[in-house]
């Protein structure tokens, strides 16, 4: 896998699937994954008799912010900017990494240490910070993974999950110069701690993403595991912190649905390792303000940034009937639930939220102008709906975009297809005529089995994906109807 | 400078704009409307615990260890030879603190260093840190810091291997949101949950102990 994951220019769901159908080792390391990941989330979810009225509440809130999405971010700016931080709007992707490229400048520093963030990689802020000159260090184990073997995420929790403990090895071996380096996870992550310690002491300048922006305090709450987004938060000089505007959250008492909503949904962990919220900057630095400002001594950057992006989200809350994909807090539950991820893994998705989520959020990001096959990437079997700890009817969206596309796509050879079936069905005489026709064209493809069954093992053209992976049994020799003519009118 | 601003500003607006089309709402909106509508979000999960103080306790500790933690129970008066018994099994001499950490805590016969304003690379040095916590959650196994006396700055609770922290009871509640009701009159300091060591289950899904965090904790729960 190399190159970035663009959707507007990735192969269409059905032939990068096929591709990744034929990778045994990354199907077993995706199907492993995604087992132990379930199984513990079951369990941890079991344990709470108040889950679905934590669901209900997590959609309440999720819903009440989007429709007031313009009340909340002006009230999180105003709070945020009270405490010392500096909000920035963004209207796209390519200004939210001009106002980024610019803050990393601002703040001498040409390099930047990163803390996992999929709205950094939605916007490929690393190879624009690159073409700038500035050095990205990805410092969650999973990214640095990613980044060290030029590879792109495949999940958006566990980006790595593609990857097995040997193939890691050899990244890291390669990367890091450790011939001797053992394959125990545990080895690994020790190379890991190795790799980044001197690089979290020394670098001035840190990217995060935000997995809350709370709107009645100004303040921001990110959810990890490992501590190297406390490292990232707390020891560099300059925090640029970049979110969707739909991160937001109205008031401080609404963590305690998200705080355990998310980490048993995400990583089946009562609570995950490590939560941080801060509020703006640290005070010793602010000029006296008069408020009578508590006291956090020297804790935290100085200069503190938040850039909300909107990059087609806008759009998404236009269209009331999809709108619930804005309420996604990026768990990945309906990737692990989803049979068609399990079998394919992320990259075929081209894009970097794959999965159910995926499938519904990258067609809406790119304003239905690519990835339009994401859609039909989905049996519509409801796993993801079940296990969403905020409810997003993902099937519901999957259908309301498929009519989008087709209603984009304009007669298509199915389209007219189906009106032609349509118009045999309406007529007895024509659907007769349709069945001897049949058999008559059929004839060529038939071969007899053993026992004298006649099968057709391909069909011509479009028919052809019916025969793909199974065989069809020839028409009947006799139609139900000619049958029950030929008995005559007295029923013998 | 002034040209960003303009831009920044012209951002705003149009995102402002766009936001207000997409929902219907003309203009700014009635913030007596808001509040009532997130007043009637339905809450109908547990806003309260169930156990007894007792049970509660038992729960935390067992939540803790179930994340590799080093749990022990004592008296509110004999903190700090708990203390002192821990750091020696532990082989822990040279410790960093917080400011206004509680002197009765700290036997004799250790190094106690206070923290003020040290450099990261400073506190790598230390064998390791001990604080205080502002409230500690039973069922999820989580105790939480923020930025008052005897709980310090983050970066000295996250740069040293080995952290001690004393979990007093009387700051142990049974749920979530129990927690954050504490929480809310102070939710504007720096506030950071932990549960557990550091630990990471990138590779195969393998919970491991420590990446970057302290690898080791250990806590007290006195009282």
């Known amino acids: 896998m190399s190159g970035a994951l663009d959707p507007r220019t990735a192969p269409e769901f059905p032939i990068a699937a096929k591709a990744m159908l034929g990778d045994a080792q990354l199907r077993k390391n995706v199907r492993h994954a995604t087992e132990v990941i379930q199984a513990k989330r079951a369990r941890v979810v079991g344990e709470m008799p108040d889950w679905q009225a934590l669901r209900e509440a997590g959609r309440q809130i999720r819903s009440h912010t989007m429709e007031n999405l313009d009340y909340y971010l002006e009230e999180f700016e105003r709070n945020c900017t009270r405490a010392g931080g500096v909000v920035h709007w963004a209207r796209d992707a390519e200004e939210a990494r001009r106002i980024i490229v610019r803050l990393v400048k601002e703040s001498g520093s040409d390099e930047v240490i990163k803390i996992k963030s999929m709205t950094t990689e939605e916007i490929q802020l690393n190879p624009a910070l690159e073409a700038a000159g500035i050095h990205p260090y990805e410092t969650d184990l999973a990214e640095l993974i990613i980044q060290l073997g030029e590879d792109q995420p495949s999940h958006i929790v566990v980006p790595a999950l593609h990857k097995n403990r040997q193939q890691i090895r050899e990244i890291f071996q390669r990367k890091m110069g450790l011939a001797e380096l053992g394959e125990r996870p545990q080895d690994l992550a020790d190379a890991a701690r190795m790799f980044l310690r001197e690089k979290f002491l020394r670098v001035k300048t840190g990217v995060s993403g935000a997995n809350f922006l709370i709107a009645e305090t100004g303040g921001v709450c990110i959810i990890e595991s490992e501590g190297n987004g406390r490292m990232c938060l707390t020891l560099p000089e300059t925090l640029i912190a970049v979110a969707g505007i739909d991160k937001v959250l109205p008031r401080f008492q609404d963590l305690e649905v998200m705080l355990q909503l998310v980490p048993r949904s995400a990583t089946g962990e009562r609570m995950n390792p490590y939560n941080s919220i801060w509020t703006g900057v640290d005070r010793t630095h602010v000029p006296e303000s008069g408020h009578g400002a508590p006291a956090s001594v020297g804790d935290g950057p100085r200069v503190f940034h938040v850039v909300l992006m909107d990059n087609a989200r806008t759009e998404i809350l236009?269209?009331?009937?999809?709108?619930?994909?804005?309420?996604?807090?990026?768990?990945?539950?309906?990737?692990?639930?989803?049979?068609?991820?399990?079998?394919?893994?992320?990259?075929?998705?081209?894009?970097?939220?794959?999965?159910?989520?995926?499938?519904?959020?990258?067609?809406?990001?790119?304003?239905?102008?690519?990835?339009?096959s994401l859609p039909y990437a989905s049996s519509l079997c409801g796993a993801c709906y079940e296990v969403c700890p905020v409810k997003i009817n993902i099937p519901e969206v999957l259908i309301h975009l498929r009519n989008k596309v087709v209603e984009q796509k304009g007669m298509s050879a199915e389209a007219l297809a189906m009106k032609m079936m349509g118009m045999i069905f309406l007529s007895e005489r024509r659907f007769r005529a349709a069945q001897r026709l049949g058999r008559m064209a059929e004839l060529p493809l038939v071969r007899k089995d053993g026992q004298g069954v006649g099968w057709i093992s391909w069909l011509p053209g479009m028919l052809g994906g019916w025969t793909q992976v199974r065989d069809l049994q020839e028409m009947p020799k006799e139609t139900f109807r000619d049958w029950w003519e030929k008995r005559g009118n007295d029923g013998r | 400078m002034a040209g960003e601003t303009i831009a920044s500003s012209g951002a705003k607006a149009e995102m402002l704009r766009r936001i207000r089309a997409a929902t219907g709402r003309t203009a700014g909106a009635d913030a007596a409307e808001v509040q009532a509508e997130w007043a009637g979000l339905a809450r109908g999960y547990r806003r309260a615990g169930s156990r007894i103080s007792e049970a509660v306790l038992e729960l935390l500790e067992d939540r803790l260890r179930d994340y590799d933690a080093h749990v022990v129970r004592t008296g509110a008066g004999d903190v700090a030879a708990m203390v002192a018994k821990m750091l020696a099994e532990r082989g822990k001499r040279r410790l960093v603190v917080p400011e206004g950490l509680a002197a009765e805590w700290l036997p004799e016969g250790f190094e106690f260093v206070v923290d003020r304003g040290m450099a990261a690379t400073e506190l790598d040095g230390f064998d390791g840190v001990m604080t205080g916590s502002t409230v500690a959650i039973a069922e999820t196994g989580t105790v939480v810091l923020q930025g008052v006396a005897g709980q310090g700055r983050r970066a000295v609770t996250?740069?040293?291997?080995?952290?001690l922290c004393v979990v007093r009871v009387e700051d142990v509640v049974e749920t979530v949101p129990e927690a954050m009701a504490r929480l809310e009159a102070t939710s504007g300091l720096p506030t950071t949950f932990f549960s557990g060591p550091s630990a990471t289950a990138d590779i195969e899904m393998t919970r491991i102990k420590g990446v970057h965090g302290p690898r080791f904790l250990d806590v007290i729960v006195a009282g």
């Open chain 1, 318 to 372: 236009a269209d009331e009937e999809a709108r619930q994909t804005l309420n996604c807090v990026r768990c990945g539950a309906c990737q692990n639930a989803c049979p068609v991820y399990r079998q394919t893994g992320g990259h075929a998705y081209g894009s970097v939220y794959a999965g159910p989520i995926g499938a519904i959020l990258t067609p809406q990001l790119q304003e239905m102008h690519h990835a339009q």
């Open chain 2, 158 to 163: 996250l740069v040293p291997d080995y952290h």
